[in-house]
């Protein structure tokens, strides 16, 4: 195999050599996530209607069920890997213009369209350029501290881009977070550049394959396992949980909470409870990776993980306001520790040559998941309401857990 010298020595600090690459990553969420915080209240500034509100948050992510793979088919392919990631972070800067310039449908759905190629080549780029650099041994911490800039930056750009649209207008905090993406685009440009020059990558083409059939085929079944655990957890986060939680809130609370002389409303609660979900994550994808490069079994840890998230998932919507905290806290820190344990489980399954297309799998799965989440829920709702709902995802976490055991069992006798 061909040596890769894009890989960090042993020796270096992950923080420092993720910090560019997260740091981007981070900041290029600004658009997307400012249009999912306030659209769906300023969607007559962004000239469109309310019924198609709907349209243009979910598009970007079916769009990436299709360029996810081609993205990490190029990956594997192309000599310089580092362009497809700040290429994507430039298309990313430019999408967020387009936001802030859009005055009707027709250019808004074509930038959100071509926000999800570029978040498959951030993402997807990002994750595998991490892989390369991550010494074997470590693979699960550095997986972790970059999915905890993701995290970081969701939740970032929640808070800032709500604050920005009520200070300075839709279209202004649009623009103010175009400039920031940039900021991110630019450190990034110069971190590689630099690192570039210093380390000339000599990367193994031809062992990749040549068709993505051939690559489908070839897919073993822990691998699909892996794939599948992140597909079962964005469906529960990212789709059901983030599409219902107001409705939970409002089935707890009713008209809202009252603390003294202070009224804080639905709206409110659901957005501090989502925000809260997200740097709880935070928090659990960096320790859940460090723990399973010291345990050694990250299958152990992934299984773990998926039982608790399903139990925390099915006590969501229990009307009561410990029980609600309590499951907010395990569930999310489940999420974020099942996203860093199954990336980290895709780069201890593929060859190096292979980090591009298996990821784009990989992200190819949460991205259905989280599409298909609020469909579901939204389908079933008035036939089962949302105890029955919660039940369900829960039981569908731990039949994936049962999943990931055998692996886990495997891989111990191996041992």
């Known amino acids: 195999m061909t040596p890769d010298t894009t890989r960090a020595p042993h020796s270096a600090s992950p923080l420092w050599t993720i910090f560019p690459l997260g740091f981007a990553t981070a900041l290029s969420l600004m658009g997307d996530v400012t249009l999912y915080t306030v659209l769906p209240t300023r969607f007559a500034d962004a000239g469109i209607a309310l019924g198609i509100v709907g349209v243009i948050l979910s598009i970007n992510r079916l769009i990436r069920l299709i360029t996810n793979n081609a993205i990490g088919w190029f990956f594997d392919r192309l000599p310089n890997r580092r362009a497809i990631f700040l290429g994507s972070l430039a298309l990313g800067v430019v ?25 498959s080549g951030i993402w997807v780029g990002g994750n595998a350029l991490v892989l390369e650099m991550a010494p074997e041994t470590e693979r699960g911490h550095w997986v972790g501290i970059f999915q905890m800039w993701f995290f970081f930056g969701s939740a970032i750009a929640s808070f800032l881009g709500g604050g920005l649209t009520d200070a300075v207008g839709y279209r202004g905090a649009l623009w103010i977070g ?168 895709v780069g201890d399954l593929s060859n190096k040559h292979e980090y591009g297309m298996n990821l784009g799998f990989y992200n190819t799965s949460g991205d259905l998941g989280s599409a298909i989440g609020p469909l579901v829920a939204y389908a079933f709702l008035p036939i089962t309401g949302l105890p029955a709902i919660y039940i369900g995802c829960g039981a569908v976490m731990l039949a994936m857990a049962a999943w990931a055991l055998k692996f886990h069992r495997h891989a111990e006798r191996e041992m």
């Open 178 to 345: 175009a400039g920031i993406s940039a900021l991110g685009a630019l450190v990034a440009l110069i971190a590689l550049w630099w690192r570039r020059a210093e380390h000339r990558p000599r990367i193994a083409l031809a062992r990749a394959r040549g068709s993505l059939w051939a690559s489908v085929r070839a897919i073993s079944p822990a691998m699909w396992a892996a794939v599948a655990s992140q597909g079962v957890n964005r469906l529960a986060a990212a789709g059901i949980v983030s599409a219902t939680l107001g409705l939970i809130v409002q089935q707890t609370f009713g008209a809202g909470l009252q603390l003294g002389a202070f009224q804080i409303g639905i709206a409110s609660l659901s957005g501090a409870l989502l925000g809260s979900r997200t740097l709880i994550s935070l928090v659990g994808a960096p320790i859940a990776g460090r723990m399973s490069d010291r345990a050694g079994g990250r299958w152990k840890l992934l299984v773990l993980s998926l039982l608790v998230g399903g139990i925390g998932t099915a006590l969501l919507p229990a009307s009561h306001l410990g029980v609600l905290v309590f499951a907010t806290i395990v569930s999310a820190l489940a999420y974020g520790a099942t996203q860093a344990l199954s990336t980290a489980l």
């Open 95 to 119: 999408t967020t213009t387009m936001y802030a310039t859009s005055t009707d449908l027709p250019p808004l759905l074509l930038a959100r369209l071509l926000w999800g190629l570029a978040w």
